[in-house]
């Protein structure tokens, strides 16, 4: 009986310590979460700013790039989430983007 008794204790002190871990982890999450949202919040101001929010991946842009004249869709450019085309033709930097006498997004 006392060893079963012992081993109730483990197991409640194991049970309490996973509990003390999950609330940490639950903590985190949703510390992550907060800053997540925090970002995206920023993230759509910065584009009323300095961009268009009225943007489609259907946008046909052009670039000329050092003199050679590229037209793609926006979709095509920013399919690599995370990637600095994908924040230069996401239509959040669109009014400071340099641009030649044409009006296309000039890259030199």
Do not use: H, P
Not at 43 to 55: F, I, L, P, Q
Not at 64 to 71: D, F, V
Not at 73 to 87: F, I, N, P, S
């Amino acid at each position: 009986m006392e060893e079963l008794e012992r081993a109730a204790k483990r197991l409640k002190t194991a049970r309490d310590e996973l509990d003390e871990k999950i609330q940490k982890i639950d903590d985190e999450d949703q510390r992550l979460k907060d800053r997540m949202k925090q970002l995206e919040e920023k993230k759509t101001e910065c584009a009323a700013t300095n961009g268009d929010v009225d943007v489609s991946d259907d946008d046909l842009i052009e670039v000329n790039a050092g003199g050679k004249i590229i037209a793609a869709k926006r979709g095509v450019l920013t399919q690599r989430k995370g990637t600095r085309y994908e924040a230069l033709f996401s239509g959040r930097w669109e009014k400071k983007l340099q641009r030649d006498n044409s009006g296309r997004i000039f890259l030199d």
